[in-house]
């Protein structure tokens, strides 16, 4: 029972990442019926805004006192969340805005987001480096024990992240259920024409839609260097993660991407739990997402923003 919450635990803090990202990509596809490849960058770029602000606070983090890391975690998340919803803006109105306007066909969206996911990965390679093992400074202790539920051990760090981004996804829910903002992203997401002739802001809408996913997308690049090394090919494995997260709970769909993000990380480290190695950690998960889509082809919750939102 220890090891199962322990894995169970572990499953919830890796999920809760997956679902911010494919977050990211479900809001795009919602608005633009567009896989926006270029979004694991974002999510890239979220991490180093974040590093570059942690260090100039705190340093080699060994002087930090307990009462300050609160702020430095806050700042260290606004800080990647802001970087990155300016690179998520930046990427609509440069790489699939004008594409827009002359009706280009989807693979010349599909051709640009790689491009400029390809661009984006080697300028922060070179503005950073291109090392893999870059982490933040140790500005607390991650790993003291702050309870001990069935014997299984929650640490402050698992705490951090399963909290922040439960509150972003609350926070995204309300966003998107409540305001006019909310109401012109599913309306676009209905029927782009008919929320034309009714007076709402394509345009505006659109590249709003691109900043909340960036926002979401930079706080999930710095709870994730904060678990783990990272360097400017970072996005690779954990966007194609998330996007498979945003499919198996029904691409389009803001409930859907964050339990398949959840649920994702948590079919990834119960793996050991039933006799098989952890190499084959991806090819499980893979597996259980082919065989939900086999009897769910739109996903857990289908496809729509609008109607689930």
């Given at each position: 029972?220890?090891?199962f919450m322990n894995y169970l635990i572990l499953g919830?803090?890796?999920?809760?990442?997956?679902?911010?990202?494919?977050?990211?990509?479900?809001?795009?596809?919602?608005?633009?019926?567009?896989?926006?490849?270029?979004?694991?960058?974002?999510?890239?770029?979220?991490?180093?805004?974040?590093?570059?602000?942690?260090?100039?606070?705190?340093?080699?983090?060994?002087?930090?006192?307990?009462?300050?890391?609160?702020?430095?975690?806050?700042?260290?998340?606004?800080?990647?969340?802001?970087?990155?919803?300016?690179?998520?803006?930046?990427?609509?109105?440069?790489?699939?805005?004008?594409?827009?306007?002359?009706?280009?066909?989807?693979?010349?969206?599909?051709?640009?987001?790689?491009?400029?996911?390809?661009?984006?990965?080697?300028?922060?390679?070179?503005?950073?480096?291109?090392?893999?093992?870059?982490?933040?400074?140790?500005?607390?202790?991650?790993?003291?024990?702050?309870?001990?539920?069935?014997?299984?051990?929650?640490?402050?760090?698992?705490?951090?992240?399963?909290?922040?981004?439960?509150?972003?996804?609350?926070?995204?829910?309300?966003?998107?259920?409540?305001?006019?903002?909310?109401?012109?992203?599913?309306?676009?997401?209905?029927?782009?024409?008919?929320?034309?002739?009714?007076?709402?802001?394509?345009?505006?809408?659109?590249?709003?839609?691109?900043v909340i996913g960036g926002l979401l997308g930079g706080?999930?690049?710095?709870?994730?260097?904060?678990?783990?090394?990272?360097?400017?090919?970072?996005?690779?494995?954990?966007?194609?993660?998330a996007f498979a997260a945003a499919v198996l709970g029904?691409?389009?769909?803001?409930?859907?991407?964050?339990?398949?993000?959840?649920?994702?990380?948590?079919?990834?480290?119960?793996?050991?739990?039933?006799?098989?190695?952890?190499?084959?950690?991806?090819?499980?998960?893979?597996?259980?997402?082919?065989?939900?889509?086999?009897?769910?082809?739109?996903?857990?919750?289908?496809?729509?923003?609008?109607?689930?939102?």
């Amino acid at each position: 029972m220890t090891d199962f919450m322990n894995y169970l635990i572990l499953g919830l803090t890796r999920g809760s990442m997956y679902a911010l990202i494919a977050l990211g990509y479900t809001l795009v596809y919602g608005v633009l019926q567009l896989i926006n490849f270029a979004h694991s960058e974002v999510f890239m770029s979220g991490a180093f805004g974040s590093y570059a602000i942690v260090h100039l606070l705190v340093g080699d983090g060994k002087a930090t006192p307990s009462w300050a890391v609160p702020l430095v975690l806050l700042a260290g998340m606004v800080s990647g969340a802001l970087l990155a919803a300016v690179i998520a803006w930046a990427l609509e109105r440069v790489a699939y805005r004008p594409l827009r306007k002359r009706g280009a066909p989807k693979l010349a969206f599909l051709i640009s987001a790689i491009g400029a996911s390809f661009f984006l990965s080697q300028l922060f390679g070179k503005l950073f480096g291109r090392l893999t093992s870059n982490s933040f400074p140790e500005f607390f202790d991650q790993n003291a024990v702050i309870f001990k539920p069935f014997g299984a051990e929650v640490r402050v760090l698992q705490i951090v992240i399963v909290a922040s981004a439960v509150a972003m996804m609350i926070f995204l829910d309300r966003l998107v259920t409540l305001t006019k903002l909310g109401r012109s992203i599913r309306a676009i997401s209905e029927d782009a024409p008919t929320a034309a002739l009714m007076g709402i802001d394509i345009d505006k809408t659109i590249s709003r839609t691109f900043v909340i996913g960036g926002l979401l997308g930079g706080a999930a690049g710095f709870l994730f260097g904060l678990n783990f090394s990272f360097g400017n090919t970072m996005g690779f494995i954990p966007g194609v993660k998330a996007f498979a997260a945003a499919v198996l709970g029904g691409i389009g769909n803001i409930r859907g991407a964050m339990i398949g993000g959840l649920l994702l990380g948590i079919v990834e480290n119960l793996v050991p739990v039933v006799n098989i190695d952890t190499k084959w950690t991806d090819v499980v998960a893979f597996v259980v997402l082919v065989l939900v889509l086999m009897f769910r082809p739109t996903g857990i919750l289908g496809e729509r923003l609008g109607r689930a939102a």
